[in-house]
């Protein structure tokens, strides 16, 4: 939780340090002018008050996983967990079809093949997905929602083909002249961990983790950023960016309705090598 150059920093590395900091630590500014604790609008917050938000992010949103589940079980009969899948694999000789582009920029494994494989005996590997939460005011309570069935979905699908999954939030927000920024990063599952959809869906599909837990940890960082990003009650708490990094599956933050349709992860599962055949 340091400043560097321009961005203050918070990277939480479990759930629970998340949750504890955003509840317990201190702030410049007096509990009466935190927007966090806010009681105003249950619409805006999602909650009446930031005790129920803190409820809420310890113990799961009941409602929401339903929801999620509910979404979760028509996207698993469209797209099977379990069958034969398709690995790519690249190679420096044939038999397989010629990968132009590589082969274009003198990429020694420049022939594409596929192996055919049942799921039980997929590699392990570690896949990573960064999701920059928040969302515009013109965004519909229902993509926000089909925003977490698509991440359920994917996990899902990725740790029934063998990969481990770890998801992580982040929030990236700064002035409009961007002279500061403030990010926060909170590891929300990791690889070993199982698939807790009450906790996801309220990571990923509840309004109070961003206005009510990250904005309490917003108002805990020094004074030149609170005045910059014009965090106070009533305040904007800065303009959302989206947080980009090479490497994991990442998705921006909701500045419109989107369409998080099957063929969307069929699409993340052909980029991490998957091919659904059945």
């Known amino acids: 939780m340091e400043p560097n150059n321009n961005t ?30 806010s009681t105003y609008s249950n619409e805006f ?10 409820n809420l992010a310890l113990n799961g949103w009941p409602e929401g996983a339903d929801k999620i589940m509910k979404g979760l079980e028509i ?4 797209i099977p967990s379990y069958g034969y899948t398709r690995e790519v694999v690249r190679q420096v000789r044939g038999p ?14 420049a022939m594409i093949s596929w192996n055919k494989k049942y799921v039980s005996i997929q590699s392990g590997k570690i896949v990573r997905i960064l999701v920059n939460i928040g969302a515009r005011s013109i965004v519909s309570p229902s993509t926000i929602i089909q925003q977490g069935v698509y991440i359920c ?23 409009k002249e961007r002279k500061a920024r403030i990010l926060v990063q909170v590891k929300v599952k990791k690889a070993q961990d199982p698939l807790d959809i009450n906790r996801i869906a309220f990571a990923v599909a509840h309004p109070s983790c961003l206005r009510r837990l990250i904005f309490s940890l917003r108002e805990q960082t020094p004074a030149t950023f609170l005045r910059t990003l014009n965090i106070r009650s009533g305040g904007g708490y800065g303009f959302s960016l989206s947080y980009k990094e090479t490497g ?3 998705l921006g933050y909701l500045s419109c309705d989107e369409d998080f349709s099957m063929e969307r992860i069929k699409g993340q599962l052909a980029q991490q090598g998957i091919e659904v055949l059945i």
Request: glycine residues 6%; without cysteine.
């Open 248 to 250: 994991p599956i990442v």
């Open 96 to 109: 397989g079809v010629l990968d132009f582009h590589r082969y274009s920029i003198g990429h020694p494994q």
């Open 45 to 54: 917050f999602g909650t009446t008050t930031f005790e129920e938000a803190i």
């Open 153 to 175: 979905s994917l996990i899902d699908h990725l740790e029934s083909l063998g990969r481990r999954v770890e998801l992580d939030i982040v929030s990236l927000a700064s002035d």
């Open 8 to 37: 203050f920093t918070f990277n939480f590395t479990t759930w629970d340090d998340f949750v504890r900091t955003s509840n317990y630590g201190e702030s410049l500014i007096p509990i009466s002018n935190r927007e966090s604790r």
């Open 75 to 78: 996207t698993l009969n469209d």
